[in-house]
């Protein structure tokens, strides 16, 4: 690969990272005036912040999380724990790099509770695989091998390191943003994120196409 | 940064593998990537190693996301129940002005009163299930039906528990104590988030 070629595919796939198409700033006029009605104590505006961030946020805490049951009790939580303090919310960042960082602070609460308790269970297997039916068996067959060796290879990251590939690599956040949501400097997060990048391709160099053999 | 990128390449030859990294999010100085690109012309240990690094990066931005089709309403679910045990009330959602979210909201509450009219009618049996079977719905829900059904014994079967008069009729009247509460609690959840009717809508 050419490295003209290797910076605009990473670019690409970075533009086309943010999840479900929303640009975060899109928003922002209509979200300021629900999150000061929801301040104001209107629920129903902040049940509408809910529709707007719950699948976001639990894309992230998916990652996060041990499998889809824990995801989903961390992004309820999460926005409960929102709605509790959302009068102390002071509008200095964006709504949702507060709403991240509880996400992102509950996910790690649930973490150590979890490696407290050791339960291993059936449901601890990496998210399920979605394939194109339209591809050819072999190809889908290498396909969803890299996808499940780079799942384990996320998984298996200590969470601080973790959550910046996370927000930055498949959450599609700036540097700046992700650094915020996790309250780090910037040198520190890109030393975090590089140090993650370099374990997962390790992990992965085998069974990514083109790896093999490298 | 600029001093460090020469250092590494005249001293070590290869840049540190970092700066891949910061060269792939284009967060390099135009010197230094220019730099770094003058070596990788010249270099294919490390135009492979930026390769290896851009495809994995790639390959972790297309991982699919998991969605989790009822996640909104349960999390709306959550909020009521809260605020309801916690006494508070709800504002009434706006009329006219209301965005398409809170229409949504309404129009179910109001399908909700609806079918209270005729019970069954409309009712969306797979649906109401899989919102009411979920994990984080029974978190909510199975405390609840226990305090009430522990209550609800106490108060009509206490007597008889206390005295020993324990018989088949009566621990099946104890069950239903728990099962009633159980399944009004999720219905009327389930009607408040319009979980009930989706399917006609």
């Given at each position: 690969m050419s490295t003209a070629n290797a910076t605009a595919t990473a670019t690409r796939a970075r533009a086309g990272l943010y999840l479900l198409g929303i640009e975060p700033h899109a928003?922002?006029?209509?979200?300021?005036?629900?999150?000061?009605?929801?301040?104001?104590?209107?629920?129903?505006?902040?049940?509408?912040?809910?529709?707007?961030?719950?699948?976001?946020?639990?894309?992230?805490?998916?990652?996060?999380?041990?499998?889809?049951?824990?995801?989903?009790?961390?992004?309820?939580?999460?926005?409960?724990?929102?709605?509790?303090?959302?009068?102390?919310?002071?509008?200095?960042?964006?709504?949702?790099?507060?709403?991240?960082?509880?996400?992102?602070?509950?996910?790690?609460?649930?973490?150590?509770?979890?490696?407290?308790?050791?339960?291993?269970?059936?449901?601890?297997?990496?998210?399920?695989?979605?394939?194109?039916?339209s591809e050819a068996p072999e190809a889908r067959a290498r396909q969803s091998e890299a996808r499940a060796a780079l799942e384990a290879a996320v998984s298996a990251l200590p969470i601080d390191y973790r959550a910046p590939l996370v927000l930055r690599d498949i959450a599609g956040l700036s540097t700046t943003e992700a650094a915020e949501i996790l309250g780090l400097s910037e040198a520190a997060f890109k030393s975090r994120l590089h140090r993650a990048r370099v374990s997962v391709r390790e992990a992965v160099k085998h069974d990514l196409p083109g790896e093999a053999g490298s | 940064m600029t001093g460090l990128l020469r250092r590494g390449l005249v001293r070590r030859r290869h840049p540190r593998s970092r700066v891949f990294s910061q060269y792939l999010d284009g967060e390099l100085?135009?010197?230094?990537?220019?730099?770094?690109?003058?070596?990788?012309?010249?270099?294919?240990?490390?135009?492979?190693?930026?390769?290896?690094?851009?495809?994995?990066?790639?390959?972790?931005?297309?991982?699919?996301?998991?969605?989790?089709?009822?996640?909104?309403?349960?999390?709306?679910?959550?909020?009521?129940l809260e605020d309801s045990v916690r006494g508070?009330?709800?504002?009434?959602?706006?009329?006219?002005?209301?965005?398409?979210?809170?229409?949504?909201?309404?129009?179910?509450?109001?399908?909700?009163?609806?079918?209270?009219?005729?019970?069954?009618?409309?009712?969306?049996?797979?649906?109401?299930?899989?919102?009411?079977?979920?994990r984080a719905q029974l978190r909510l829900t199975l405390p609840v039906a226990l305090l009430a059904g522990a209550a609800i014994s106490l108060i009509n079967q206490g007597s008889m528990i206390f005295n020993g008069e324990v018989t088949v009729g009566m621990c099946a009247i104890c069950a239903l104590n728990f099962v009633v509460p159980f399944i009004a609690l999720n219905l009327g959840l389930a009607m408040a988030v319009g979980v009930v009717n989706r399917r006609r809508t």
């Open positions: 928003l922002s006029i209509d979200e300021d005036r629900l999150i000061a009605r929801a301040q104001s104590g209107d629920r129903a505006a902040f049940e509408e912040l809910v529709r707007i961030y719950a699948e976001r946020l639990h894309a992230v805490v998916l990652r996060l999380c041990a499998n889809g049951h824990d995801a989903e009790e961390v992004t309820q939580e999460a926005f409960l724990r929102a709605w509790r303090a959302i009068d102390r919310f002071d509008g200095r960042s964006h709504f949702f790099t507060w709403l991240y960082r509880i996400g992102i602070n509950e996910a790690k609460r649930h973490s150590q509770r979890r490696q407290r308790m050791r339960v291993i269970s059936i449901d601890d297997a990496p998210p399920g695989e979605l394939t194109d039916p | 100085a135009p010197t230094e990537r220019r730099a770094l690109e003058a070596h990788l012309l010249d270099c294919d240990d490390c135009r492979r190693d930026l390769a290896a690094l851009s495809q994995t990066i790639d390959a972790l931005g297309a991982l699919p996301s998991e969605p989790s089709p009822n996640l909104a309403d349960s999390v709306i679910a959550a909020l009521r508070v009330v709800a504002p009434r959602p706006p009329n006219t002005a209301a965005s398409p979210a809170l229409r949504v909201v309404g129009e179910a509450g109001q399908r909700s009163s609806r079918e209270r009219k005729h019970p069954g009618a409309m009712l969306d049996v797979p649906a109401v299930l899989r919102y009411c079977l979920r």
